[in-house]
């Protein structure tokens, strides 16, 4: 009985998988066609993205220092401050900005992208779309995927640059590290384009999964008000956990590749 349950459920993961999938091709279908809406795609971006500026950069702040904080007494233990900007670097370039920068847009723009189109679908106000022939995919549902794709990566980019400025004053706060040996470190040979490319591919990846992830909970939301609560709780834990699947397995397809 138990291990029927188990089937059903990893067989229901699979269908939002693939739905989430097809999804996406038609929403970059309508937008690589020229369909997708542009004035709704540029409202869309200002108000996922522009407005979402503000808590990354608070965060990625922080995260910084704390992996400063956190690194400190080992550092001193060994005498090897010098490689602060090394170790703060690899660790937000490859995994700490694109995770955190994922989950604080899944959280923020993917609730929210989930409780607007869940609102719609219950009202049935995409069919009322779909009766004024309006095409739903090119004028709700692409602008929001791509503009939730575009904002995770170009947020990652500006997290990890605002991480290592948090690691670096941290550095002098704490250590006496000077900013000038912190670059030194950081661009000193054991870093390079290849690990800020890895960190962008992750997000892009994470962009996508939060954008379909959102936006096909929110389109399959029923039951009022009740179902576009479960709509949204389901889509923010469903997509942390895609998040964490695809970044080991881009880590480990990264270690292969060396």
Known sequence: MARSKIVVKFAAFLQNIGSQGLLLVQAFG????????????SKSLVRLGVHSLPVVIFTALFVGGIMVVQSAPLLQRFGAESLLGWGAGFGILREIGPILTG??????????????????????????LRALAIDPTAYLLAPRIVSITITTMLGTVLSMAVALLG??????????VHPLLFWNSLTGGLLGPGDVAHGVLKSLVFGLAIASSSTAFGVNATGGAPGVGRAVNNSVVTTAVLIFILDALVSFASMGGR
């Open 167 to 176: 690691a670096a004053v941290s550095g002098l706060v704490l250590l006496g």
């Open 103 to 128: 989950l604080m847009i899944s959280g923020r723009v993917g609730s929210s992208n989930t409780a607007e189109l869940g609102t719609l679908k219950v009202t049935d106000q995409i069919d009322g």
């Open 30 to 41: 309508a937008a690589g066609s020229g369909r997708m809406d542009g004035p709704e795609f």
